[in-house]
């Protein structure tokens, strides 16, 4: 098994609000330090970007753009996306192949539209998948709290057997990423 970091829809448009998101701070850090651990194993960091036309979140707009106290780097990859399925219309499967990944630690917003629907595509198309439990987010909704709509989906989505791979959620501090050790044959 091989892993990579996803990362949904951190942008300034819906992380730079007022209201913020759910415990925004712990989440970015979350995040970030998620990322660092990611790129010293040389597991892949994917970042996937929501676009609309005409919107505040138009490609290229400032809405549209990270939000500013994530860490990016050079050699990280994005992804565009216009619907919540971040493999619809998207490139985001061939790279996953091309890296021969097989584990996906997913975090990021909303964690009940981008986030849950990514989980269960992703879960279809085979991946075994890391929810960190910490480090998604969403706002407030009439019908649930922020809060009570994370642990939800931490509870529902680690429940789902029926794809036959595993959707585990798990915090942060405790998140494994699989990578393929090389070794050399002994004559």
């Known amino acids: 098994m091989k892993s990579a970091l996803l990362v ?7 992380f730079e609000s007022n209201p913020p998101p759910f415990a925004v701070d712990s989440v970015i850090s979350n995040i970030n330090l998620l990322a ?46 216009t619907t919540p399925d971040s493999f619809l219309r998207t490139e985001l499967d061939s790279i996953l192949k091309s890296y021969s990944i097989t584990d996906l630690v997913i975090c990021g917003y909303a964690t009940e539209f981008c986030v849950d629907t990514t989980v269960r595509r992703a879960a279809a198309l085979g991946y075994s998948i890391q929810l960190v439990a910490d480090a998604h987010t969403t706002h407030d909704k009439e019908h649930a709290t922020a809060e009570k709509i994370r642990l939800h989906h931490n509870k529902t989505l680690s429940n789902i057997k029926s794809f036959g791979v595993s959707i585990a959620s798990i915090k942060t501090d405790n998140i494994k990423y699989n990578i393929i050790k090389c070794c050399t044959l002994k004559s």
């Open 8 to 14: 949904i829809d951190v942008q300034r448009v819906l």
């Open 36 to 81: 660092e651990q990611a790129r010293s194993l040389g597991v892949p960091v994917i970042f996937i970007q929501h676009e609309q036309e005409d919107s505040i979140i138009t490609y290229g707009s400032e809405g549209w753009q990270l939000q500013s106290d994530l860490v990016v780097h050079d050699t990280d990859v994005l992804v565009r996306k």
